[in-house]
C-alpha cells in the first residue's frame, strides 16, 4: 500500500494534478456511518479519482474529438461517453489520463502564448 502511495504522489506532484483528484475514501480513514441522503447524492463514486467537473472543462477547452478512441485503445475500456469509461479505469490509469490532459492543455496554452507574440 506504501508503495502505491507513493506512486501516486509521484503522479500527483509531477502533473501537478493534487487539484484534479478526488480523495480516496478507504485512506481517509472514513467511518461506515450512513451519509445523510443530501451529501450521499453529491458524493462522487468511490472509483473515480478524476474531478469530473474539471475534466468535462479540460476537454471542452481541448476540443478533443477523438478521446474515446484515445481512451478505449490506451486503456483497453469500452463505452460510448467518457462518463461511462473512467468508472471502467484504475487510479493510476485515471492519474495517467488527466496528466496527459494537462499536459495538453499546458501545450495549447504556450502556443496560444506565442501566437499573441
Known sequence: MAKKRALV?????????????TQDLDETGATDKPEPASLAAE?????????MGWLKEAL???????VLKYLREKY???GSRVSELIPKMN???????AAEVRRRIDTLE????DAQE
Not at 504522489?9 to 483528484?21: E, P, Q, T
Not at 458524493?43 to 474531478?51: G, K, Q, S, V, W
Open 9 to 21: 504522489d509521484a503522479a500527483l506532484s509531477a502533473g501537478r494534478l493534487s487539484d484534479v483528484f
Open 43 to 51: 458524493a462522487p463514486a468511490a472509483n473515480i479519482f478524476i474531478e
Open 110 to 113: 504556450e502556443v496560444k502564448e
Open 76 to 78: 483497453n475500456v469500452k
Open 91 to 97: 487510479q493510476v490509469q485515471q492519474l495517467d489520463f
Open 60 to 66: 471542452d477547452i481541448l476540443e478533443w474529438v477523438d
